[in-house]
């Protein structure tokens, strides 16, 4: 199984990036899916999760309102649209795939790619 994020990149307060991430080996149909992301020093954080159906998404309390995480199971791929970025938002993001689990804690997940990176800064 591999995951690929791609997307990152530098942008300025205020603006926008499209993150997404392509999973091979593995058929997303049955499996949820999330976001976290770790800031120089800091933890692995996690960030958004969305049900295997797409029916259901939840969202970490300093993203709501800014982030939106999607799924297209025909392609195997989840992407975040990242809006209204903050400087706080700089860090590596992550892909993964949920195997049970707390669908808030990194422990829930299996599968992870190696990670993008976002740097918001002017």
């Known amino acids: 199984v591999q995951l690929q994020a791609s997307g990152g990149g530098l942008v300025q307060p205020g603006g926008s990036l499209r993150l997404s991430c392509a999973v091979s080996g593995l058929s997303l149909d049955y499996h949820a899916l999330g976001w976290f992301r770790q800031a120089p020093g800091k933890e692995r954080m996690f960030v958004a999760h969305?049900?295997?159906?797409?029916?259901?998404?939840n969202y970490a309390t300093s993203v709501e309102g800014r982030f939106t995480i999607s799924r297209d199971n025909a392609k195997n791929t989840v992407d975040l649209q990242m809006n209204n970025l903050h400087p706080e938002d700089t860090a590596v993001y992550y892909c993964?795939?949920?195997?049970?689990?707390?669908?808030?804690?990194?422990?829930?997940?299996?599968?992870w790619g190696p990670g993008t990176q976002v740097t918001v800064s002017s």
């Open positions: 969305i049900t295997y159906s797409g029916m259901t998404t």
């Open positions: 993964a795939v949920r195997w049970g689990g707390p669908w808030d804690s990194a422990n829930g997940y299996y599968w």
